[in-house]
C-alpha cells in the first residue's frame, strides 16, 4: 500500500473597493493554516482575510498555505485606489477621485469653466464644463498638487486636488 501526502497547491483571488480589498483562498490539497503578507508590512493567519491599505498603489499579496505534508506560495500584484473626492453640496459640484491618476471627474449642475492651475500659478489645463458628469484627462500631468477653479456665470469656486 502506497500513502502519499501532497504538499497544498497555494492559490487566491482577491475583490477590491477603494482601500479595502478581500482575499479568497482558493488553495487546493487541504491546507490547514494560511500566511498572507499584504505588501505593505502587514500580515494575516485567517483563512480569508480582508485587509485595508493606507494609500493607493500596487502591492505584491503573498499567500503561503501549509499543511502536514508541506507548503505552496502565490503572489499577485493588487491596485487599490481611493475615490473619495469632493464633494460641495452648496454648489452641487462632485469632484473625484482623489487622488487622480489617470482621469479627474467633474459632476455639475450648469455650465462653467474650469482651469486647474499648478501650484507655482501656472496655468495647465482649461476646459468648458457642462451640467452633468465632465472628465478631464490628467494621466500626462505631473504628480504633485494642483488648484482647480471652476468658475460660472454666478459663482468662482476653488479647490485643491493630488496628482499621483
Same mark, same amino acid.
Given at each position: &500500500?502506497? &500513502?502519499s501526502c501532497l504538499a497544498p497547491n497555494a492559490a487566491f483571488s482577491d475583490s477590491t473597493n477603494n482601500l479595502t480589498v478581500s482575499f479568497? =483562498?482558493?488553495s487546493t490539497q487541504a491546507p490547514s493554516s494560511w500566511f498572507w503578507d499584504f505588501g505593505d508590512g502587514n500580515t494575516s493567519t485567517q483563512q480569508d482575510p480582508s485587509h485595508t491599505y493606507a494609500a493607493n498603489g500596487t502591492y505584491t499579496v503573498c499567500l503561503i498555505a501549509t499543511n502536514t505534508c508541506?507548503? =505552496?506560495s502565490s503572489c499577485?500584484? &493588487?491596485t487599490v485606489s481611493s475615490?473619495?473626492?469632493i464633494a460641495d453640496i452648496e454648489n452641487n459640484v462632485q469632484i473625484y477621485p482623489n487622488p487622480v491618476q489617470e482621469v479627474l471627474?467633474? =459632476?455639475?449642475?450648469?455650465?462653467?469653466?474650469?482651469?486647474?492651475y499648478s501650484t507655482d500659478g501656472k496655468l495647465v489645463?482649461? &476646459?468648458m464644463l457642462v451640467s452633468g458628469l465632465n472628465t478631464i484627462e490628467t494621466a500626462e500631468m505631473e504628480n504633485g498638487i494642483y488648484v482647480l477653479k471652476i468658475e460660472s456665470t454666478d459663482s468662482v469656486m476653488t479647490y485643491q486636488f493630488v496628482k499621483e
Open positions: &500500500v502506497t &500513502v479568497t =483562498d482558493l508541506g507548503s =505552496d499577485s500584484n &493588487v475615490t473619495v473626492g471627474n467633474i =459632476d455639475l449642475k450648469g455650465e462653467a469653466v474650469a482651469r486647474i489645463r482649461s &476646459v
